[in-house]
């Protein structure tokens, strides 16, 4: 079975220090990827990165960096120079080889203040 | 372009009426999902659909649900004799194709209150 979890039920932050949201994954299958999405006072789900299982090169994307581990199964996803817009719920995910259904952690809500 | 539609955006019902929720896909998109997020329950996966079949109707909750595909297009996903349990925000997601490889959309959601 799949299953992500995300420890942090809420975090806040002050604006411009960096925040980072964590995520453990469990899955016996060998491709897996990956997603982070952000989910805004709005509602709508945004993506904001895939990775797959055979990839564990970090990436950086603007003020957005993500971290995959497989030897702790994390993949943990830092916002540097937070900002008040970056407040929202984020949710990790996973999509394994025998399933087509995304597995959502329940979300860590982050709150940027000035 | 234009991402996923969903209609209503809040629904709200008396305990035992049926419902249609609503989802148009990203245009060219073959594949289509359900999901639901509820306080108690968070984000958790209902149906799947590759055109116009479902081959995974694993996560629906119970026999009072049911959702249909028709033109590889439009969803629609009923809900009948209403709960209170029901009540959530449903949101419908596509992608280009069914797999890994593929992120999926997601729409702005139906909220759904059941009283």
């Known amino acids: 079975a799949q299953k992500v979890t995300q420890a942090q039920t809420e975090i806040s932050v002050v604006e411009k220090e960096d925040v980072t949201l964590d995520c453990v994954y469990e899955?016996?299958?060998?491709?897996?990827?990956l997603f982070w999405y952000k989910q805004p006072p709005s509602g709508e789900l945004v993506f904001l990165i895939r990775r797959n299982s055979f990839d564990e090169q970090n990436e950086i994307s603007g003020r957005y960096s993500w971290n995959f581990q497989k030897s702790t199964s994390s993949f943990n996803f830092t916002i540097t120079a937070s900002q008040v817009v970056d407040s929202a719920v984020y949710f990790c995910?996973?999509?394994?080889?025998?399933?087509?259904?995304?597995?959502f952690g329940t979300g860590t809500r982050l709150q940027v203040t000035l | 372009g234009a991402g996923v539609s969903q209609s209503p955006s809040n629904k709200v019902t008396e305990k035992g009426k049926d419902v249609e929720l609503r989802c148009d896909p990203i245009s060219g998109h073959t594949a289509l999902y359900w999901y639901r997020q509820s306080l108690g329950q968070g984000l958790e996966f209902l149906i799947y659909?590759?055109?116009?079949?479902?081959?995974?109707k694993s996560g629906l909750p119970s026999d009072r649900f049911s959702a249909e595909r028709t033109g590889g297009s439009v969803s629609t996903l009923t809900i009948q004799r209403t709960q209170q349990e029901d009540s959530a925000v449903y949101l419908c997601a596509s992608s280009t194709e069914i797999g890994q490889a593929y992120e999926q959309y997601f729409g702005p959601g139906t909220r759904l209150t059941v009283t």
């Open positions: 995910a996973l999509l394994t080889g025998t399933a087509s259904k995304l597995t």
């Open positions: 899955t016996r299958d060998t491709t897996y990827y």
């Open positions: 659909f590759q055109g116009n079949s479902a081959p995974d």
